[in-house]
């Protein structure tokens, strides 16, 4: 999964399962893991989100910290219940047609497949603590020989921004 799919995911993860809903204007999360040994740590900021009145739909700009390509994501939920299944969309071009459905649950994040990719396969992930400010994720990428090995990611929220 696309560092900044993690993102909007551990985002929906906190609104989703807040007791009272947060209307938020802004999100950095930083997503840490390793490429070829090396140590790789990357920001993301989250800017106009928008939720559906109805709570099933989140819409959220992602773009990497510094710089780089805005990609629009669409989280939708086809329940308010929890174990719900989610499945996120991208607006933009560079991944057009890719998709992730996961189920999503108060404390993590289970049978999660992307389709459309050919780098990426399953993923799981687990929130370390009731305010879901970590997420420790876990997802299978394709190496240079066809194989899929799973790589862990950690996702920190940084800042939060409330709006009003």
Not at 24 to 41: L, N, P, T
Not at 90 to 106: A, D, P, Q
Not at 134 to 145: A, G, I, M, P
């Amino acid at each position: 999964m696309q560092p900044h799919s993690m993102a909007a995911l551990a985002l929906a993860g906190h609104l989703w399962n807040s007791y009272v809903p947060p209307k938020i204007a802004k999100c950095v999360m930083r997503v840490e893991f390793r490429k070829h040994g090396e140590y790789v740590s990357n920001m993301y900021d989250m800017l106009d989100i928008t939720e559906s009145s109805d709570r099933r739909e989140l819409k959220v700009r992602i773009m990497r910290s510094g710089g780089g390509l805005s990609c629009t994501v669409v989280i939708r939920r086809n329940s308010l219940e929890e174990g719900s299944e989610v499945t996120m969309t991208h607006e933009t071009i560079h991944v057009s047609g890719l998709r992730e459905v996961f189920n999503l649950y108060k404390m993590k994040i289970v049978s999660g497949r992307h389709y459309n990719s050919m780098k990426y396969r399953n993923f799981a992930g687990d929130f370390v603590s009731d305010d879901r400010k970590v997420l420790n994720f876990v997802c299978e990428v394709k190496d240079s020989r066809g194989n899929f090995y799973a790589v862990p990611y950690r996702l920190d929220r940084i800042q939060l921004i409330h709006s009003n």
